[in-house]
T-cell receptor
Framework: ELKVEQNPLFLSMQEGKNYTIYCNYS?????LYWYRQDPGKSLESLFV?????AVKQEGRLMASLDTKARLSTLHITAAVHDLSATYFC???????????FGTGTRLKVLA | GAVVSQHPSWVICKSGTSVKIECRSL??????MFWYRQFPKQSLMLMAT?????????EQGVEKDKFLINHASLTLSTLTVTSAHPEDSSFYIC??????????FGSGTRLTVV
């Protein structure tokens, strides 16, 4: 059974600081996704990582994938308040397009 | 604009009644859609896979008689929560495969059963 864990679950950080969110998964998968969710809203796609070593960046966020370690990271650079949200990683279960979501990381950026 | 539309976005119903949630792919056809539920401050849990023209596939622990899924056309899947109870109150989200763009999530439906 595929399990996806994120660390940390909650994160409070000052504006301007850097931090990394980790996503570990238990079985082989070549597809990993990062999403953002604002309170009461649905999911906003951030990154799609499809191969080992993939790195993608958008603004202050950068995501990477290490399929051998079964680990993805979401790095936040110089955080701003607008990044406050819950971030989920999701792994494609055996290429079936059934996403298994991580536990989520609730990020709060303090001004 | 949104390519996967859900309706309604918010619904309150009485215990014992049924509620239907629609998920539409607006400018593409989707043979497969997925239904998720999310309890407050928790992650998303896959409920079922909706297949156009055939029966839905439910995840373990999801009652198929309670959560009826119909995927009668290539652009519409519906989830009906039958005999709803307060514990069914949740945020329900569908997703559809938009081919080159990957799976896109609907706007979600917040169900409150009183």
């Amino acid at each position: 059974e595929l399990k996806v864990e994120q660390n940390p679950l909650f994160l409070s950080m000052q504006e301007g600081k850097n931090y990394t969110i980790y996503c570990n998964y238990s079985t082989t998968s070549d597809r990993l996704y990062w999403y953002r969710q604002d309170p009461g809203k649905s999911l906003e796609s951030l990154f799609v990582l499809l191969s080992n070593g993939a790195v993608k960046q958008e603004g202050r966020l950068m995501a990477s994938l290490d399929t051998k370690a079964r680990l993805s990271t979401l790095h936040i650079t110089a955080a701003v308040h607008d990044l406050s949200a819950t971030y989920f990683c999701a792994v494609d279960s055996s290429g079936t397009y059934k996403y298994i979501f991580g536990t989520g990381t609730r990020l709060k950026v303090l001004a | 604009g949104a390519v996967v539309s859900q309706h309604p976005s918010w619904v309150i119903c009485k215990s014992g009644t049924s509620v239907k949630i629609e998920c539409r792919s607006l400018d593409f056809q989707a043979t497969t859609m997925f239904w998720y539920r999310q309890f407050p401050k928790q992650s998303l849990m896959l409920m079922a896979t909706s297949n156009e023209g055939s029966k839905a596939t439910y995840e373990q622990g999801v009652e198929k008689d309670k959560f009826l899924i119909n995927h009668a056309s290539l652009t519409l899947s519906t989830l009906t929560v039958t005999s709803a109870h307060p514990e069914d109150s949740s945020f329900y989200i569908c997703s559809a495969d938009r081919e080159l763009y990957g799976y896109t999530f609907g706007s979600g439906t917040r169900l409150t059963v009183v």
